[in-house]
């Protein structure tokens, strides 16, 4: 899925960029598991009660706190787990709807929607100068315990929708 993809490039290519000594583990402090569904079921809540504009609000402001440390937290593994999260279920739901009412509306794509995505991410990883097998590991966490958790409490009842697979035709037309 090009949010995947955007996500590990962004992050490998800012990483690659410098070398540092690796920092120390965070896996070692909490279960990351845990934190991640935790992440995902609030932001369920939040999103299910108040909007994505509020869920995207709450992101912001989560970042804004949790950047802030000079250490690599739980707390802002949450924030960057709910971001994604976020951001791929409403670019999954931007990317059935024309490009044409997108821009009526004044609604990114789902393009837009995953570069900045990608920006916070990988500003948030490079900041603490997470290694890349940290960020790819963190991804596959999310995608496995967190996102399905996440779109089966927003969707109650609703098929999830294939992931890692080519979108159809469509779906990539509206990327634009």
């Not at 927003?154 to 990327?175: C, H, I, V, Y």
Request: hydrophobic share 40%.
């Amino acid at each position: 899925m090009r949010l995947r993809q955007t996500l590990v490039a962004l992050v490998a290519g800012l990483l690659l960029g410098g070398a540092s000594p690796p920092p120390p583990d965070p896996n070692q402090e909490w279960d990351r598991i845990a934190n991640i569904k935790d992440a995902a079921a609030r932001l369920a809540v939040l999103q299910r009660r108040r909007g994505a504009s509020s869920a995207y609000e709450f992101i912001d402001a989560c970042y804004r706190t949790h950047m802030l440390s000079e250490e690599y937290t739980k707390a802002l593994e949450a924030c960057i787990a709910q971001d994604y999260m976020e951001t791929q279920v409403l670019a999954l739901v931007y990317s059935r709807v024309p490009p044409d009412t997108l821009r009526r509306r004044g609604a990114p794509s789902p393009r837009l929607l995953a570069d900045a995505m990608g920006q916070r991410i990988t500003a948030a990883f490079a900041n603490y100068k997470l290694p890349v097998s940290y960020v790819e590991d963190f991804k596959k966490l999310v995608d496995q315990h967190g996102f399905p958790l996440f779109y089966n409490r927003l969707f109650p009842g609703a098929r999830m929708p294939p992931r890692g697979k080519p979108s159809p035709p469509e779906a990539k037309q509206n990327q634009e």
